[in-house]
Nanobody
Framework: VQLQASGGGLVQAGGSLRLSCVKS????????MGWFRQTPGKEREFVAG???????SYADSVKGRFTVSRDDAKNTVYLQMNSLRPDDTAVYYC?????????????????WGQGTLVTVSS
């Protein structure tokens, strides 16, 4: 399993970005896909996750601002980020796991993308 994340960049506070993550290989629809983020000196934290059949989960800090979605035909998961704030600045990672439930711990995801940097200026 290989994951390739993209879409990061520099944006002003209040702006929007959409991150994408493409998964190689087969059976994308059977994987749970997660988005995490990390800032220097802090642990990687769960942002959002999406299961097959569209079940979703969000961290409280992004609820109402971020939307996770997936396109199984394109083997791609997205993270639409609106109303961005400076404290959203981080390296964002996509991750994948097999199973039926969205998990929020990094240890529950065996496969990770390389990360994409999101910088929100004030």
């Amino acid at each position: 399993v290989q994951l390739q994340a993209s879409g990061g960049g520099l944006v002003q506070a209040g702006g929007s970005l959409r991150l994408s993550c493409v998964k190689s290989g087969r059976a994308f629809s059977s994987y749970i896909m997660g988005w995490f983020r990390q800032t220097p000196g802090k642990e990687r934290e769960f942002v959002a996750g999406i299961a097959n059949r569209g079940r979703k989960s969000y961290a409280d800090s992004v609820k109402g601002r971020f939307t996770v979605s997936r396109d199984d035909a394109k083997n791609t998961v997205y993270l639409q980020m609106n109303s961005l704030r400076p404290d959203d600045t981080a390296v964002y990672y996509c991750a994948a796991r097999e199973g039926s439930f969205i998990q929020t711990r990094t240890a529950d995801y065996p496969w990770w993308g390389q990360g994409t940097l999101v910088t929100v200026s004030s």
